[in-house]
Nanobody, 126 residues
Framework: QVQLVESGGGLVQAGGSLRLSCAAS????????MGWFRQAPGKEREFVAA????????RYADSVKGRFTISRDNAKNTVSLQMNSLKFEDTAVYYC???????????????????WGKGTLVTVSS
């Protein structure tokens, strides 16, 4: 069993920045690919970013490419999402995700994600 806990959400003005963090425990964190999904009110959960266990590969949704950066620190069992140039459309609950299959995770197949965090809310004002 892997437990994921997100933090760093909050209220930010459009054009601003925010950094989300996800702390993992319970299993060998370094063997998992990690990612972020988000879900706005009334919408389906969507893929945001993913990173493999070696941190040698990343993938981003087109909507956030160039603005968001995913990173991980296996020694600290954490994964982060640096969000810059935030837009109102980025408002959502952001979920940390863990999956042994990186290809599966980067494809954004929600039903196949092994573990989910409970989410952290990001609200962008305009």
């Amino acid at each position: 069993q892997v437990q994921l806990v997100e933090s760093g959400g909050g209220l930010v003005q459009a054009g601003g920045s925010l950094r989300l963090s996800c702390a993992a425990s319970g299993r060998t964190f370094s063997t998992y690919a990690m990612g972020w999904f988000r879900q706005a009110p009334g919408k389906e959960r969507e893929f945001v970013a993913a990173i493999n266990w070696r941190a040698s590969s990343t993938r981003y949704a087109d909507s956030v490419k160039g603005r968001f950066t995913i990173s991980r620190d296996n020694a600290k069992n954490t994964v982060s999402l640096q969000m810059n140039s935030l837009k109102f459309e980025d408002t959502a609950v952001y979920y940390c995700a863990a999956d042994l299959n990186y290809l599966e995770l980067r494809a954004g197949v929600r039903a196949e994600v092994d573990y989910w965090g409970k989410g952290t809310l990001v609200t962008v004002s305009s």
